[in-house]
């Protein structure tokens, strides 16, 4: 579904990408793990149109995305949660989900876009109990709820999402996760995920790729990973110190 | 202290304060959605008041330019957008703000061609007899001016909280990555902020140039008092900025009124400067920390 091959992506001098090969098939979670400064963020905002590559080819369904704006992206169906969720913090809860329905508004279609609403309200109804809510005002795993819910609003075929469990208490990420393995299963959507925290990631996850300064090392079915000693050591141990 | 001497005071600085107020609100919406200063803002203002002008002295009726008046400068602000803020899209926000101050430059000099250095007066929308209210005379302009600013801000107010582009907008100036991620295509937003910014501020100019007369260079002044009123109820707040345009102008008037008319405009820099060191926020704004 998702194709991307031989990436190659610069900052000015800061060469951040560099040769990266990944697939997503229809209907998989993947995920992408790496430690901090690794270029995961990188990737998806490529593949989103925030960042243009210098190299490579990113295909999504067939449609090339090499220079595809980013509000063209969603429309394909592909939808971004950012990292830090960037949710419209002044904004009301239901605003925000609105807004992620943004290019399907048009007149007369309100109706869709309220079945949409209550969609989303009945998959997280805690963001139900807060709609008239100004979003900065939920806490953390609200947040990651909403910016979900949001780009959920766009009726996205698949979904890239940029550590959605980051700054999360344990027992919240879990249930971030178990929502996100429930889009996959229930709403047959597609899910790359991006995460520091490889153990949870992997968990949920079909296959994966380690991400290490700007280049694929290792990738494999996640069980796989998850027993190979050099993630263990680098990406796995660390949790336990709760570092991760 | 004369009742009717306040209250004509009230009026009139009521009066010039909603056009400094309009002036604002087009800052506050060009720097929620790009971050920038437009310089060109007064001359939005200049050229409202200018057209209307030119369209009554066709002979159309003083409503019908006025409309048109703010409908060409809309046109011009959209040509300003599209051809001096687009193509360096990117570039680091003072070379941009440089290019406003280009730009206004260049709109006060054609409009100098065009209409010369003479003082022009646009008829009043409903005669110039006055009307006694407690002793204090009022222009029927005055009330004309405070009733469609208000309207305006209502119809704007409508517009950000029940309109998906409304509300678009907004969400550009609260996260720009975060716009560009749910759909919504930024750059139409930066047209849009330049297309209102100009239509309110053409507004404000051409119903207040019935009371004030207008020329070709008066939006230098209408700019920065405009920019003062910006900073006095908050930059990031179109409604605040709104507010704080009415509070100045009242506060100039009062000034000018009670202490010595001479310092009217020293007025104005000074309250600019008071609140540039002890409360850039200004009265109604947010922190600038919000902004992204
Ligand atoms: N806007 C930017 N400008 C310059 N360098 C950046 C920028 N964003 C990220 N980088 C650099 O690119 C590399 C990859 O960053 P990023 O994709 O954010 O990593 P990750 O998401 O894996 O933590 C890092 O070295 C980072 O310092
Ligand atoms: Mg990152």
């Known amino acids: 579904m998702l194709v991307v091959t031989n990436l190659d992506v610069f900052y000015g001098r800061i060469h951040a990408v560099r040769r990266a090969s990944l697939h997503v098939g ?114 953390g795993g609200e947040q990651q709820m909403l910016a979900i819910g949001r780009a959920l609003m766009a009726r996205p075929r698949m979904l890239l999402l940029d550590e959605p469990g980051m700054g999360l208490a344990p027992n919240i990420m ?8 429930a889009l996959r299963d229930e709403m047959a959507l597609t899910v790359l995920l991006v995460e520091q925290n490889a153990k949870q990631a992997l968990r949920i996850a079909d296959r994966g790729y380690v991400l290490e300064t700007g280049r694929i090392i290792l990738q494999g079915p996640a069980e796989e990973l998850t027993e190979n000693r050099d993630v263990q050591r680098a990406y796995l141990g660390r949790e336990q110190d709760g570092q991760a | 202290m004369n009742l009717a001497a306040l209250l004509q005071y009230l009026v009139s600085g009521l009066t010039v304060g909603a056009t400094y107020g309009l002036t604002a609100l087009g800052f506050t919406i060009i720097f929620n959605t790009t971050g920038l200063i437009n310089f060109a803002q007064g001359e939005f203002v200049m050229l409202g008041g200018m057209f209307a002008v030119s369209f009554a002295h066709l002979g159309l009726p003083v409503g019908l330019a006025v409309v048109l008046a703010a409908l060409a400068t809309t046109v011009v602000g959209a ?63 005055s009330l004309w001016v405070l009733a469609l600013t208000l309207s305006l801000l209502a119809g704007l107010r409508f517009f950000f909280s029940h309109t998906m582009y409304g509300k678009g907008m907004l969400a550009c100036s609260f996260d720009r990555r975060a716009a560009y991620l749910v759909g919504i295509s930024v750059e139409r937003m930066v047209l849009l902020s ?75 820099f000074i309250i600019l400067l008071l609140f540039l060191f002890v409360r850039p926020t200004g009265l109604f704004g947010r922190s600038s920390g919000e902004r992204v």
């Open chain 1, 26 to 139: 229809k209907g998989e979670i993947v995920a992408l793990i790496g430690g901090n400064g690794a270029g995961k963020t990188t990737i998806l905002s490529t593949v989103s149109g925030l960042i243009r590559p210098r190299e490579g080819s990113l295909t999504f369904d067939g449609h090339d995305l090499g220079r595809t704006r980013p509000e063209k992206v969603v429309r394909l169906g592909l939808s971004h949660v950012p990292e830090g969720r960037r949710i419209f913090k002044p904004m009301s809860v239901g605003d925000n989900l609105l807004l992620g329905a943004f290019h399907r508004a048009k007149f007369g279609r309100r109706a869709l876009l309220d079945q949409d609403l209550d969609a989303v309200y009945a998959l997280f109804p805690k963001l139900a109990e807060r709609r008239a809510q100004a979003a900065g005002t939920l806490s």
């Open chain 1, 174 to 181: 879990s249930e971030i996760f178990r929502h996100i393995r």
């Open chain 2, 79 to 141: 040509v300003m957008e599209r051809l001096t803020i687009r193509p360096v899209a990117g570039a680091p926000a003072i070379n941009l703000v440089i290019i406003t101050i280009g730009v206004s430059i260049l709109i006060r000099g054609l409009a100098m061609l065009a209409w010369g250095k003479d003082t022009f007066a646009l008829p009043a929308f409903s005669g110039e007899v006055p009307l006694l209210f407690l002793g204090a005379a009022m222009q029927p302009q």
């Open chain 2, 194 to 268: 330049f297309m209102i910014a100009a239509l309110v501020g053409a507004t404000g100019g051409a119903i207040l140039a019935p009371l004030t007369m207008t020329a070709y260079d008066v939006g230098i002044l209408l700019g920065l008092k405009g920019f003062a009123a910006c900073i006095l109820g908050g930059l990031g707040n179109p409604f605040g900025a709104a507010a704080g345009g009415l509070i100045l102008g009242v506060l100039e008037s009062l000034g000018a009124g009670y202490l010595s008319s001479a310092y009217k405009n020293a007025f104005t």
